[in-house]
Nanobody, 125 residues
Framework: QVQLVESGGGLVQTGGSLRLSCAASGRTFSSYPMGWFHQAPGKEREFVAAISWSGGSTIYADSAKGRFTISRDNAKNTVYLQMNSLKPEDTAVYYC??????????????????WGQGTQVTVSS
């Protein structure tokens, strides 16, 4: 069983920054891609960013490009999401997810088979 625990959420003003962390246990972390998704109130969960098992490849949603950076530290079994220039529309619960396949870097929920409990990010205007 894989466990993912997010942290780092909170309340921040427009233009501010937050760094989310996701600590993983229970599977060879370094062998699988990791992703971040978010879900705003009343909306479906959406892809934000993902990183390959080595960290050599990353993909981003258009809304995250240029503002968010995903990274990972395989020695610490942790993936990060650095969020800069935050906007009120970034307000959501942010989830990290572990990839289903070592070679698939995907943007769909079905590309991931383990999920954290989520951390709330609120951006005030």
């Amino acid at each position: 069983q894989v466990q993912l625990v997010e942290s780092g959420g909170g309340l921040v003003q427009t233009g501010g920054s937050l760094r989310l962390s996701c600590a993983a246990s229970g599977r060879t972390f370094s062998s699988y891609p990791m992703g971040w998704f978010h879900q705003a109130p009343g909306k479906e969960r959406e892809f934000v960013a993902a990183i390959s098992w080595s960290g050599g490849s990353t993909i981003y949603a258009d809304s995250a490009k240029g503002r968010f950076t995903i990274s990972r530290d395989n020695a610490k079994n942790t993936v990060y999401l650095q969020m800069n220039s935050l906007k009120p529309e970034d307000t959501a619960v942010y989830y990290c997810a572990a990839g289903r396949s070592p070679i698939l870097l995907g943007m769909r929920e079905s590309d991931y088979d383990y999920w954290g409990q989520g951390t709330q990010v609120t951006v005030s205007s």
